[in-house]
């Protein structure tokens, strides 16, 4: 399970240092691909294939099946760490999510998320009250 926020920068070329906490969990590397909310999502490799297996099983008959496959798989691809513990954020990816120089790494449990840090911090403001009322209706009580 991945867990925690952490903040770091992309440089020039794209590459974006993981925390040790995440490299040790995602061994060689991990693959990348766009996620919802304008982020990028890292996975472990056991999981992403879980994930990529689900996603192909779709069935192609649907518009919608086909738009998902497209959404994840066609814009995946395997990241390696350097000696440094960094890995290249492909520039699609990186224009995808509006990187600038600054990003939040969030572990959510089967994945990471990658966000600019600007956009993580604003959509934090506008959906903590967002989800509190929604709380009940997910099942969940504080």
Excluded at 48 to 72: V, Y
Aim: charged share 30%.
């Amino acid at each position: 399970m991945f867990r925690g926020e952490f903040n770091h920068t992309i440089d020039a070329k794209g590459r974006l240092i993981f925390p040790t906490k995440y490299r040790e969990q995602l061994g060689e590397g991990c693959m990348i691909t766009r996620g919802i909310d304008d982020c990028v999502y890292a996975y472990d490799m056991e999981d992403w294939e879980r994930f990529e297996e689900k996603i192909a099983n779709l069935p192609l008959d649907m518009e919608e099946s086909r738009k998902l496959q497209r959404f994840f798989l066609g814009s995946a691809m395997e990241g390696t760490f350097d000696s440094q513990g960094r890995i290249l954020i492909s520039t699609p990816l990186r224009k995808y999510a509006g990187f600038e120089k600054e990003v939040t790494l969030l572990g959510v449990g089967n994945h990471i998320e990658i966000w600019d840090r600007n956009k993580y911090e604003s959509a934090q403001v506008s959906s903590v009250n967002e989800i509190t009322s929604k709380i009940r209706e997910l099942g969940l009580s504080l």
